[in-house]
């Protein structure tokens, strides 16, 4: 199914960081692209950020540009989202995905349960 784990998330305060961590079990991602995404209730899901297999091309939400950052490790198997400076219109829960396709348009696995990301004061 190519379903990916996600973790890292909780709750912090507005101007607060979170590093997300997405891993996966049973095989390699090197060979993928990697997006994540996130839905907060009553909102449609949001394409967040993306990473090309070989870490080299990136791209963002306009809304978190400067913020947050996505990076990999292929050598350990994992892909992480550094979030800076967040706000509460950052609570969402995040998800990775194995996606394909300009601007991580298709997606190739499985949703998985996601990580809940709260942040309030």
């Known amino acids: 199914q190519l379903q990916l784990v996600e973790s890292g998330g909780g709750l912090v305060q507005p101007g607060g960081s979170l590093r997300l961590f997405c891993a996966a079990s049973?095989?390699?991602?090197?060979?993928?692209?990697i997006g994540w995404f996130r839905q907060a209730p009553g909102k449609e899901r949001q394409r967040v950020s993306c990473?090309?297999?070989?870490?080299?091309?990136?791209n963002y939400l306009d809304s978190v540009k400067g913020r947050f950052t996505i990076s990999r490790d292929n050598a350990k198997n994992t892909v992480y989202l550094q979030m800076n400076s967040l706000k509460p219109e950052d609570t969402a829960v995040y998800y990775c995905?194995?996606?394909?396709?300009?601007?991580?348009?298709?997606?190739?696995?499985?949703w998985g349960q996601g990580t809940q990301v709260t942040v309030s004061s």
């Open positions: 049973g095989f390699t991602l090197d060979y993928y692209d």
């Open positions: 990473i090309s297999s070989s870490g080299s091309s990136t």
């Open positions: 995905v194995i996606v394909q396709g300009l601007g991580c348009s298709l997606r190739i696995g499985s």
